[in-house]
């Protein structure tokens, strides 16, 4: 059997993996490894590693690389630490190839050590742009420490041999995302209240916001003017998703629970909604404001408004669905607006995903299991004409 090792570090990411963990372990042509690092491990952050094991996957390593600090010197040690772990993890675990997606610093580090360690890397979501972002360099850098591709969209696939890969490695299958919207069965508005505990107004809004890892301190500028521009929003439930283990990122989490002490009745905030309830949550608010990715891959599926903020996913293709505005006050209560108006929710229904409507998981491990692994690691540059 081909010994498949997956690695994940956020709730996020997993859920986008689920459909491929659950196709690879339910294959009998593969040994399904599963790593588990990052936020998972971390009680901060919910320790969402359970959620993992209680969906019937074993974890075969924990590998823990997130040090207590969110600076840009914790990160880069937390680098550091990890590709020390994931070294060792793999030299125990012998795997024939790893499985990555995106562009965290955990998957950086991951790819790192498989790459000294000779171990072939498929790598899902590259040839992406967030040119706000650490990830950006870091998802061009996975893309060339990598072997196999399965990209999210045409131009994507096009970028991903732009960079040099061989065009017979590179597949478009689609974004991962969208299987869990076809697959999941989402919650009815009434089940989903009693979920979160919480009781949906007549307008709902849906905010998950980073930072901005390549700006210098604007964290809780930006994340203070969205609040002032939601806060006059008028009957109107806010449900905020907190954001990841990144730099500054505790800055944007006390700000969200000092909005939610002081105003219970009109907002909740979780660290994790998990996966059915987050897509849920898109099935029955009216809008989606922050600067996550979903708000641009998955929410169109919906037919909902996304107001992506600021340069955090500048770069990413967008449907028509999606308000851009910048990092203001001003701007966000405008975009606000225009999301809520007449005349733009009259447009949504017309409005196609550009990241498609396919499952990926069936391809992807179709794709792995026509491989021969073992010709992989020797890669020559594909020179455009």
Not at 133 to 140: F, G, Q, S, Y
Request: one cysteine or more; proline letters at 3%.
């Amino acid at each position: 059997m081909k010994k498949i090792c997956v690695v994940t570090g956020t709730r996020a990411e997993y859920g986008l993996l689920y459909w491929t963990l659950k196709a690879l372990k339910e294959d009998p042509t593969f040994q399904l490894q599963l790593c588990v690092t990052g936020m998972h491990l971390s009680p901060e952050f919910g320790l969402t590693y359970k959620q993992i094991e209680k969906d019937g996957f074993s974890i075969d390593k924990k590998v823990e690389v997130l040090l207590s600090s969110d600076s840009s010197v914790g990160v880069s040690k937390s680098i550091g630490l990890g590709v020390i772990s994931f070294a060792e993890a793999f030299a125990e675990l012998k795997p024939h190839l790893i499985l990555v997606l995106g562009d965290r610093f955990e998957i950086f580090a991951a790819a790192t050590a498989a790459m000294i360690g000779k171990i072939p890397v498929a790598h899902c979501h590259g040839g992406e742009a967030t040119e706000g972002l650490i990830d950006e360099p870091i998802r061009h850098s996975v893309t060339k420490m990598s072997h196999i591709h399965f990209t999210a969209t045409e131009e994507y696939r096009k970028r991903v041999i732009q960079l040099g890969e061989q065009p017979d490695r590179v597949h478009n299958v689609g974004a991962l995302g969208i299987e869990n919207i076809n697959r999941l069965e989402l919650l009815d508005r009434r089940s989903f209240e009693k979920s979160i505990d919480f009781e949906l107004g007549s307008r709902n809004v849906l905010v998950t916001f980073h930072p901005v890892t390549l700006e210098h301190a604007t964290a809780e500028k930006q994340f203070s003017d969205l609040l002032r521009a939601l806060d006059e929003l008028e009957d109107t439930k806010i449900i905020f998703t907190k954001p990841n283990a990144d730099t500054d990122g505790r800055i944007i989490i006390n700000l969200i629970d000092d909005y939610v002490k002081n105003h219970p009745a009109k907002s909740v905030a979780f660290i994790s909604l998990g996966q059915l309830r987050y897509l849920s949550a898109l099935q029955h608010v009216d809008v989606v404001a922050g600067n996550s990715s979903s708000g641009l891959i998955e929410v169109p599926s919906f037919k909902k408004a996304t107001i992506d903020i600021g340069d955090r996913q500048r770069g990413r293709i967008k449907a028509a669905s999606v308000i851009s505005c910048g990092p203001d006050y001003s701007s966000v209560k405008e975009a606000l607006q225009k999301a809520f108006s007449a005349d733009f929710s009259a447009t949504l229904e017309g409005v196609k995903n550009p990241y498609g409507e396919k499952n990926a998981s069936g391809e992807i491990v179709s794709i792995l299991k026509e491989t021969e692994i073992e010709h992989l690691l020797k890669k020559k540059f594909f020179d455009l004409e």
